[in-house]
């Protein structure tokens, strides 16, 4: 029989080390990988009894489980449209190895309240292709999740001044910053990603950066707090992802790329600098 769990928030997750280590593991495939995964998923009516009972909308945690797939389908946008000369891959391969990868995600999360072997069934073809993984940060940088955290930590400016006089300075910076510069460091830091293999982490970050700042407080999320408008919002949104971004190839760009996509926070927001750990 399933279990009930006893919390409501991935961060009480009683396996948060797994599940963040395998979120983490996804964007980082190689094509290799992705083809022993597309080779070894089969679907079955054990299997797909279990994938009912994981994603059930009474399954604990399954609003993460659905947006670790929207994060999915980001990271591998151009592998699935077959889009560029680095998806070499089939996307047929790419579509099956993907299922595989949902399954592992939805077993994972939902391991805790799962019945006995329904764990195993969705998630034998991750731990046959992919094996385990200790690494629990963002694109394998440590820097890039120590920069989104104070990024989000701006959600809490609608009642906090200082934050608010931090968004406010961004909000300036992104509005009067080099857009042609902008431009070319981006495309050198997304040539580098391609490059150093990290290419899926790069589109993921892009796509999932998008509501950093927001604000969250209850009180002021229907309105927004009054404090700013969504292009205000997305403006910030846009530096917290380029600077993210060059984060996550400051090992193999120039300095001269960094400091262009860093510039704008200077002052304004820690800029954390060690080499990404990929």
Not at 5 to 29: F, I, K, M, N
Not at 101 to 109: E, L, N, W
Not at 151 to 180: I, K, N, P, Q
Not at 187 to 201: C, K
Request: proline share 5%; net charge positive.
């Amino acid at each position: 029989m399933a279990r009930r769990a006893r919390y409501s928030r991935l961060e009480d997750h009683p396996r948060l080390g797994d599940v963040r280590a395998l979120l983490d593991q996804v964007p980082r495939l190689s094509d290799d990988q992705l083809r022993r995964l597309a080779a070894q998923w089969r679907d079955g009516p054990g299997l797909t009894a279990a994938r009912r009972r994981a994603l059930s909308p009474d399954t604990v945690l399954v609003v993460d489980t659905l947006r670790a797939f929207e994060d999915l389908a980001a990271a591998y946008a151009d592998d699935l449209a077959g889009a560029g000369a680095c998806a070499a891959l089939d996307q047929r391969v790419v579509v099956i190895a993907l299922k595989a990868v949902r399954d592992a995600i939805a077993g994972t999360i939902a391991r805790p309240v799962l019945r006995g072997g329904d764990y195993a069934l969705l998630t034998a073809p991750w731990r046959s292709a992919v094996g385990t993984s200790t690494s629990t940060t963002v694109g394998g940088s440590a820097a890039v999740q120590s920069l989104l955290a104070s990024f989000s930590a701006l959600g809490g400016r609608c009642h906090d001044g200082g934050r608010r006089r931090t968004f406010d300075g961004l909000v300036v910076r992104a509005m009067t910053r080099d857009t042609e510069a902008r431009d070319e460091a981006l495309e050198a830091a997304r040539a580098a990603a391609v490059r150093a293999g990290r290419r899926r982490s790069y589109a993921l970050l892009r796509a999932t950066t998008t509501a950093v700042p927001a604000v969250r407080c209850g009180a002021c999320s229907a309105t927004s707090g009054g404090t700013s408008t969504s292009y205000d919002d997305q403006r910030v949104a846009s530096l917290a992802a380029d600077a993210a971004c060059g984060l996550l190839v400051a090992d193999v760009v120039s300095p001269g790329v960094l400091d262009t996509l860093l510039a704008p926070l200077s002052g304004l927001v820690p800029l954390p600098r060690p080499a990404p750990d990929v």
